[in-house]
């Protein structure tokens, strides 16, 4: 399972850097990047919580 980020809905607000930074980042030209796609045990509680939060539903979990 891997993160999928829906570029043309992102609107750079930072939400999903704010729940878990080690996999989205932001950098100073507001440029979403997603630094570590694979959605793991540890991390996938808070990829879903990602997930339910972006305000633009631009993200998604995918096979
Ligand atoms: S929460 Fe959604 S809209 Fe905001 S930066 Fe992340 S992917 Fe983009």
Redesign the pocket.
């Known amino acids: 399972m891997r993160v999928h980020?829906?570029?043309g809905?992102?609107?750079?607000?930072?939400?999903?850097?704010?729940?878990i930074g080690e996999v989205?980042h932001?950098d100073d030209d507001d440029m979403?990047t997603v630094l570590q796609p694979d959605v793991t045990p540890e991390n996938e509680s808070r990829v879903q919580e990602?997930v339910r939060?972006?305000?633009?539903?631009?993200?998604s979990i995918r096979e």
């Open positions: 980020v829906d570029f809905l992102c609107e750079s607000n930072g939400v999903c850097m704010g729940i989205f932001l979403l990602a939060q972006c305000p633009r539903q631009a993200i």
